[in-house]
């Protein structure tokens, strides 16, 4: 199942999960919508098939919320148990990191989740534990250069656009900055600036407004 927002590699973890585990003689099910679907029994065995396709298809096609179990573990416990659950996938960010650590720790009061717990980390934003790379950041590092460089030429076409500076990257990224960062590398011969601007603050529409975290000139 995944847990948090939505990245690139979602669906393409799901597929070689899936027929890696079917290969292998396992049986597997897809949990719909996190946490919320697998309490309300939103889940459908997964055959070969079903996944053909996923590898180059963003998104997550089995859906993903930021629900975390908190006082539901007793009802997942159940659907564990009703289900024959031997092993839990979880595929998402920071959340996904918490539901297994909630789980993992519910096992005293909770037997069902004494099975494999597995995160696989993926969140364009970089920003968790136990891994240099997640899943979905090379693809947001690619899809950020590319709107940089467009940017870039409408920038050098036209001069009435941004005449102080070649470009404007104005990135919503919680509080890590690593896409932006990384994206920006590249770029640093065209004098393009690089804000930080938190989401509260861009959704009024200020100028800008924010800290301004690095000036890569």
């Known amino acids: 199942m995944h847990i948090g927002a939505p990245a690139c590699g979602m669906n393409a973890a799901v597929r070689s999960f899936v027929r890696n585990c079917i290969y ?3 049986t597997v099910l897809g949990i719909h919508d996190g946490v919320e679907g697998f309490i309300s029994g939103n889940i459908v065995k997964m055959d070969w098939s079903d996944v053909t396709g996923w590898v180059a298809q963003g998104g997550a096609f ?13 009802e997942m416990a159940a659907r564990i148990k009703e289900l024959n659950i031997q092993g839990l996938l979880i595929i998402g960010g920071f959340e ?3 539901t297994g650590l909630e789980l993992y ?3 005293g009061q909770f037997p069902e989740f004494c099975i494999p717990l597995v995160v696989i980390p993926s969140t364009i934003s970089n920003n968790v534990p136990g891994t240099d790379f997640s899943l979905g950041t090379d693809t947001a590092l690619n899809e950020i250069t590319e709107i940089c460089d ?3 030429q409408s920038a ?13 990257v104005a990135e919503i990224d919680g509080s890590s900055g690593t896409p932006g960062s990384f994206a920006r590398m590249p770029l640093r011969k ?3 600036a690089l804000f930080r601007v938190q989401s509260e603050e861009y959704s009024s529409w200020k100028p800008w407004a ?8």
């Open 190 to 192: 065209d004098r393009q």
């Open 62 to 74: 089995l859906g993903t919320k930021r629900t975390l179990p908190g006082d539901k573990k007793g």
């Open 150 to 152: 467009r940017i870039r």
């Open 156 to 168: 050098q076409t036209d001069r009435r656009i941004l005449p102080s500076l070649e470009g404007v």
């Open 24 to 26: 292998r003689g396992d």
């Open 210 to 217: 924010g800290t301004v975290v690095t000036w890569l000139l």
């Open 105 to 107: 720790e519910a096992r």
């Open 96 to 98: 996904a990191y918490q």
